[in-house]
């Protein structure tokens, strides 16, 4: 079956094609999100959403754009998937608060020094102690896909372009200097912060696998993404409404 085919609203027969076709795509995201979820989360509602989405994919796809159904669903599936999170938001509000405030640290010092900032500056100018720095990552892993994962997505398969001053960081997505200036913010990750970035969302290895891969602990993985995020979080302030 080809990607052109879902060009137009399919017929009754051809969504189920459709779901049948592509049930483990959807499947393989809900799972892949589900390995940072805590158990209250149900993945049976990540799969149902991932099927909504997987829909309004077929609807919406135009294969003169370039990129692949497949790869254009699953921005769509993952998308849909993070709606619904974002509906049963569990994160207590003070993770997202203080994930803001730790963005905001690292925008500060990275201004000042013109490099990378490094984990006991961004402590001691929080006033606080390594282990609760340590212990705010941790916190922040629960909160990621409400802020780096909208990033972390292929951003190649969108397109277009917005204009106007309040636009919101799906719509920024579409633009193409959003495209060029987070490829550049992803290049300039710490090199370690960079590799467990592009494993766990390139390669999607979930954080076991990479604390494999690297010789280090799941929890060490699991910070390194929640300071990746939140190193990218600062550099995109400007594309990024909170």
């Known amino acids: ?50 099927m909504v989405g997987l829909l309004e994919a077929a609807k919406n796809y135009n294969a003169e754009l370039g990129a692949s159904f497949e790869t254009y669903a699953g921005i769509r599936i993952r998308g849909s998937m993070l709606d619904e999170l974002r509906r049963n938001d569990w994160a207590p ?24 900032a490094r984990d006991e500056e961004i402590a001691n100018e929080m ?34 372009s917005t204009s106007g001053g309040n636009i919101s960081p799906y719509e920024a997505m579409k633009d193409e200097r959003f495209k060029v200036k987070l490829t550049e913010a992803i290049g300039g990750l710490p090199e370690r912060e960079k590799m467990v970035v592009t494993l766990y969302y390139d390669s999607e290895l979930n954080l076991r696998e990479i604390g494999s891969v690297l010789g280090v602990s799941e929890s060490r993985i699991s910070q390194l993404l929640s300071q990746a995020m939140i190193r990218l979080r600062a550099r995109m302030k400007e594309w990024i409404s909170d």
Do not use: W
């Not at 137009?8 to 592509?22: C, G, R, V």
């Not at 795509?25 to 509602?45: E, G, N, Q, T, W």
């Not at 803001?100 to 990378?116: F, S, Y």
């Not at 390594?130 to 909208?150: C, N």
């Open 127 to 160: 006033g606080i102690s390594l282990d609760d720095y340590y212990k705010i990552l941790q916190d922040a892993s629960s909160a990621r896909m409400f802020g780096f994962e909208e990033l972390g997505v292929d951003e190649e398969a969108l397109e277009g």
């Open 1 to 50: 079956m080809s990607s052109s085919s879902y060009q137009e609203l399919p017929s009754d027969k051809s969504q189920t094609q459709l779901i049948q076709q592509y049930s483990a795509l959807v499947k393989r995201i809900a799972y892949h999100l589900m390995a940072r979820l805590p158990a209250s989360v149900v993945v049976d509602d990540l799969i149902q959403a991932g």
């Open 93 to 116: 509000k003070s993770v997202h608060r203080k994930t803001r405030e730790l963005a905001q640290v690292v925008r500060n010092i990275e201004a000042r020094t013109g490099r990378d």
